[in-house]
């Protein structure tokens, strides 16, 4: 098992299963969604006040 990505770290925190949105695009369109990749850092940083780290992983080959 491995870390999530930033990618999928972001798809983690906007999906909600109560939430009434049918399809991905409608998730893009929602406020909650942060599509910027130093935003998501810091939104990650952020809300785990500093005990969860965003780090470049390593293409395995």
Request: hydrophobic share 35%; with cysteine.
């Given at each position: 098992?491995?870390?999530?990505?930033?990618?999928e770290?972001?798809?983690?925190?906007?999906?909600?299963?109560?939430?009434p949105?049918?399809?991905?695009?409608?998730?893009?369109?929602?406020?909650?969604?942060?599509?910027?990749?130093a935003?998501m850092?810091?939104?990650?940083?952020?809300?785990?006040?500093?005990?969860?780290?965003?780090t470049?992983?390593?293409?395995?080959?």
């Open positions: 098992m491995q870390p999530l990505c930033i990618q770290m972001r798809w983690a925190m906007v999906i909600d299963v109560d939430c949105h049918r399809s991905l695009e409608a998730y893009k369109n929602d406020e909650e969604y942060v599509s910027d990749n935003q850092t810091r939104k990650v940083q952020t809300l785990s006040r500093g005990l969860a780290e965003v470049q992983r390593e293409e395995e080959v």
